[in-house]
């Protein structure tokens, strides 16, 4: 296993707490961490828990949202977000479907997770859930160019190794229905 070292904090500069000048301490586990001298308070830095949604329409097509904002800005990829401190992991991903796309969804099950890399935040772990539509109308919001269903045969490129990693789990163990996309 990889040692903590000072490159996993090289923006790591001022305590959040009080603005401090924050140094580089091993702790009593002996793990590298800032620390700040003058409020005593420790950063521990962790990857970034963020949702995406698996959701087909009733003719086995995948809803994907165009991205207007980096990272992967202009690509496709899955109804996605990171996780706000206010929501459990349900809840966030029922947000971001109604945010990105217009529509109302529930939770059907838990497609699993995977961790991976960020350009922006290091390391995600992202949670897949399944959800289906109970309301609302199609039409991209916020961070979202573009929201449309896709033939599962004319996928575009899909943005995350996280999204295209859930997309054939689903795909593979809940039998979505291929013939009928053929
Ligand atoms: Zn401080």
Not at 92 to 118: F, P, R
Request: hydrophobic residues 35%; proline residues 5%.
């Amino acid at each position: 296993m990889k040692k903590l070292s000072s490159a996993n904090y090289k923006d790591v500069n001022y305590c959040l707490r009080c603005g401090h000048k924050l140094e580089l301490k091993t702790d009593s586990e002996n793990k590298l961490r800032p620390h700040c001298s003058a409020c005593n308070w420790v950063y521990y830095k962790n990857p970034i828990p963020a949702v995406a949604i698996v959701l087909f329409n009733e003719n086995n097509e995948l809803l994907l949202v165009k991205r207007r904002n980096e990272p992967k800005a202009g690509f496709w990829a899955l109804p996605s977000g990171y996780m706000e401190i206010n929501l459990t992991p349900e809840e966030n991903a029922i947000q971001e479907l109604e945010e990105e796309t217009g529509l109302k969804g529930k939770i059907m099950h838990c497609v699993g997770w995977y961790y991976g890399d960020s350009p922006i935040y290091e390391r995600i772990l992202s949670i897949g859930f399944r959800m289906q539509v109970i309301g609302g109308k199609l039409q991209a919001g916020d961070d979202a160019e573009e929201a449309k269903f896709y033939p599962l045969y004319n996928l575009p490129v899909i943005a995350f190794d996280a999204h295209r990693d859930f997309i054939s789990k689903e795909i593979a163990t809940h039998q979505v229905n291929l013939e009928a996309c053929r």
